[in-house]
């Protein structure tokens, strides 16, 4: 099965920050990774699919990057609504769907 | 628009079985993947598997080979997900999720159902 990691593993920041977050893969998993957002209590929201595509109503201040075993989630200036955690997913095998260990982002 | 209603919240004893129901509207049923998935109390997610709701074809993690069966009925849009030989550590919010894209299971999955808390004490 394929691995996934999540770095780092909490991460405080203020409004307005810029954030990344970075996941990686224990093999190549081109662009079949997706990136959800979840509060507590509640189911998660899918964010970005295929590495880099925007889900439709999600705001543009999230996006994504990379392929192969490393990618990344950037949102550009941190909203009071962002604070959650953020789950990478790799959908790339037939028979895995191996989410991440979740990043917490929480307010400085 | 679409709408994934999971059954209540289960009490189970360690060693029983639980079942828990995933009712799909808004959408064609058979024509897209559903995913079964668990977060343990202040954990992450876990995979558990998926069922083709159209052939009823079925794949699951290797760690719940044995233990869990994925089943639809078509006539009433629902996905099932029955874990057996409970155990203290299946206590978790068990979550259905439809895949994104039509007829593809390799599709991330965009529309998650609200959850249902399985607890498993003596």
């Known amino acids: 099965d394929i691995q996934m990691t999540q770095s780092p593993s909490t991460l405080s920041a203020s409004v307005g920050d810029r954030v990344t977050i970075t996941c990686r893969a224990s093999?190549?998993?081109?662009?079949?990774l997706a990136w959800y957002q979840q509060k507590p209590g509640k189911a998660p929201k899918l964010l970005i699919y295929?590495?880099?595509s925007l889900e439709s109503g999600v705001p543009s201040r999230f996006s994504g990057s990379g392929s192969g075993t490393e990618f990344t989630l950037t949102i550009s200036s941190l909203q009071p609504d962002d604070f959650a955690t953020y789950y990478c997913?790799?959908?790339?095998?037939?028979?895995?769907?191996?989410f991440g260990p979740g990043t917490k982002v929480d307010i400085k | 628009q679409v709408q994934l209603v999971q059954s209540g919240a289960e009490v189970k004893k360690p060693g029983a079985s639980v079942k828990v129901s995933c009712k799909a509207s808004?959408?064609?049923?058979?024509?897209?993947?559903m995913h079964w998935v668990r977060q343990a109390p202040g954990q992450g997610l876990e995979w558990m598997g998926w069922?083709?709701?159209?052939?009823?074809?079925?794949n699951y993690a290797q760690k719940f080979q044995g233990r869990v069966t994925m089943t639809r009925d078509t006539s009433i849009s629902t996905a099932y997900m029955e874990l057996s030989r409970l155990r203290s550590d299946d206590t978790a919010v068990y979550y259905c999720?439809?895949?994104?894209?039509?007829?593809?299971?390799?599709?991330?999955?965009?529309?998650w159902g609200q959850g249902t808390l399985v607890t498993v004490s003596s």
């Open positions: 295929k590495a880099s």
């Open positions: 997913q790799q959908y790339n095998s037939f028979g895995g769907f191996t």
């Open positions: 093999q190549s998993i081109s662009s079949w």
């Open positions: 999720a439809r895949v994104a894209e039509v007829v593809v299971v390799t599709s991330p999955f965009d529309y």
């Open positions: 069922i083709n709701p159209n052939s009823g074809g079925t």
């Open positions: 808004g959408y064609t049923f058979t024509g897209y993947y």
